[in-house]
DNA sequence: CTGAAAGCGCTAACAC
DNA sequence: GTGTTAGCGCTTTCAG
């Protein structure tokens, strides 16, 4: 079952290659009897446009890459999902690249794509220095930035406000009377931890409770750095005392709440936790975790929407309106891990 | 920074363009002065290959499309995450399609992964009549089923042993005393469900104890009808008495455990559980499900390398080794929702 | 309304 | 070793 070229079908029907593309496409003015002459004949010997050749010619694949840490994580893949809906409703396709938080490999597969020649790029970068995509975004592929933003002034981004994510943890534990709020930070150099951060002490500062340096601890978003950092802030417990303790993110809050069981605390009546990212797996009966959350699902359907219209644009030749950062409202999903001191 | 192109390379140079294609391919022999001498030239005219022109030219787009259900969930990902890893060391990258469980998405994908012409497919079907991908199949690309196998015979799959899932799992419950088992099953029109049920049943006659068919639910592997099929077990309890289920989803399982805990009962005091593709997500503290699980990344890594082979025979002329059915092995993971009886 | 022709950027015979 | 040339399959002026 080879499929049929569109020269094929011209000497078959005795027309010209032009007119069976014309018939085809459907954009310009065929007469009906031609049309209908083509489109059956396509049919019968079972004519597939090729979009390769297609691609080459307008210089445009239909194709969007979606370069980011760990697709296996819920949060990702629920992005992903929805920006696939989305963009696939234009003929668009997603080429996903798994950096497995590696800045080499994203570098890698930057290039891979950058020859592939993709129309546009999502991108949760694990290199905030932005040098690898400047490429990219100089040649003018609408490039949108998830996640994690690089400190750059010109982009286009669409994430959650953190400042205020962390914001709405502090005050759900302080509205539970907690003072003596422990938090597992990030790394200093991400925009992400660094905001995450910020909007703890400003939360903290409009209750005029003082920032103790000794309850700050700083992890790298994964499960042993939380179960550490929480075993070194338990461990100093007797001099600086907590009763609650914020992880900023997934992982770490797992690991921290490992550590506290382990340390035979219990949670929330010796410790009340809020964590972040938490996706409570269905709805089976458990401990919920009260966690700040990420509107998943409306990221990516801004990611697509941004894109489909920088697309658009781009054709039609107007200005790129200015870049724009997208900030989404975190929500907190309550659980049963605070209680009141 | 438009970049550059091979016959512009060419002509700056003064050379021709097949030199300059021999020298950044390095495949054939060009002096080792001109090659220099490209290369230099591609790296100050920011040269980039590519992608699109060479793949229109060789017929071979070096992309592998994976077409699935549902890429939030933890088990794709995974797979994917992997299939990735293996198959971009060789140059390929995937397109991903999600089909939000729904075969007329399913269609319309692969129509337009056709229209691409991906090189390969990895296909996690909703569609067991296969009649969507038989295209596809036929046009000699390479066609690798995961999770649910059409009913066909000439093709190459990768999944788990379905009936040995079930038996690993009638087999933990036997050994605790359990004879009175029920089960929430799937379709019966998927293989995976079939065949799941049949391990059961075969489990359950190797132990001499009888199927009682009024223990057997069909569900449809979402959360729902794990929930309402155990509240009808439950519901007839009197009649038909149990102490254990066994459920082969992932969101059946919680489904059913929430039934069981709106109902009153305790895990595993009155009612032990096993479940399916339970992924305990980080290692809190909290009851562990005892689980059937699939090796995700096994799973992954097989099918990105029978790929890459399937493609190398394909340039080789080789014959198609026979169609393979891998069937990896599933584990049990033991938690805490398993009781004596 | 339809046809002829010129490529998009690259590879690969086939000559020299 | 290197150049010439003929496309891969399609879109799109430009004529008629």
Redesign the pocket.
């Known amino acids: 079952m080879k499929s049929t ?3 094929e079908l011209a000497k078959e029907l ?6 069976v ?2 018939a ?2 459907g ?8 049309r209908q002459m083509v489109l059956e004949a396509a049919e019968k010997y079972c004519y597939v ?2 979009e390769i ?2 691609s ?4 445009s694949t239909k194709t969007m890459a979606v370069v980011l840490p760990d697709i296996s994580e819920t949060f990702f893949g629920t992005i992903v999902k929805e920006i696939d809906r989305v963009v696939s409703g234009q003929g668009y396709m997603l080429i996903l690249a798994d950096t497995h938080e590696n800045a080499d490999n994203e570098k890698k597969y930057l290039d891979m794509l950058y020859t592939r020649r993709v129309d546009a790029l999502v991108l949760a970068t694990v290199d905030c220095s932005g040098s690898t995509v400047r490429r990219f975004m100089e040649s003018g592929a609408p490039v949108v930035f998830i996640d994690n933003v690089p400190d750059l002034q010109e982009l286009d981004a669409v994430t959650i406000d953190n400042r205020q994510a962390s914001r709405m943890a502090v005050e759900c534990l302080a509205a539970h009377g907690h003072r003596r709020i422990a938090v597992i930070a990030g790394s200093e150099k991400e925009t992400t931890g660094v905001d995450r951060l910020a909007g703890y002490e400003e939360a903290m500062a409009e209750r005029n409770i003082p920032v103790d340096r000794k309850l700050v601890a700083y992890g790298n978003y994964k499960w042993e750095s939380g179960y550490l950092q929480m075993k070194r802030l338990l461990a100093l417990r007797k001099e600086n005392p907590f009763s609650a303790v914020y992880a900023i993110s997934e992982k770490m809050t797992y690991g921290a709440m490992r550590a506290i069981a382990e340390s035979g605390l219990r949670v929330p009546e010796d410790i009340s936790v809020v964590g972040f990212d938490i996706h409570q797996v269905g709805m089976e009966p458990r401990q919920k975790i009260t966690s700040v959350r990420q509107p998943e699902v409306e990221i990516g359907r801004r990611v697509g929407e941004l894109l489909l219209r920088r697309l658009a644009d781009l054709g039609e030749k107007e200005d790129q309106a200015g870049h724009r950062r997208l900030l989404l409202d975190p929500f907190l999903e309550e659980g049963e891990t605070v209680g009141v001191f």
Request: avoid cysteine.
């Open positions: 070229t569109i020269s005795g027309v010209s290659v032009s007119t593309s014309r085809l496409n954009k310009s003015v065929v007469k009906e009897d031609t446009p090729n050749a297609r080459l010619k307008k210089s």
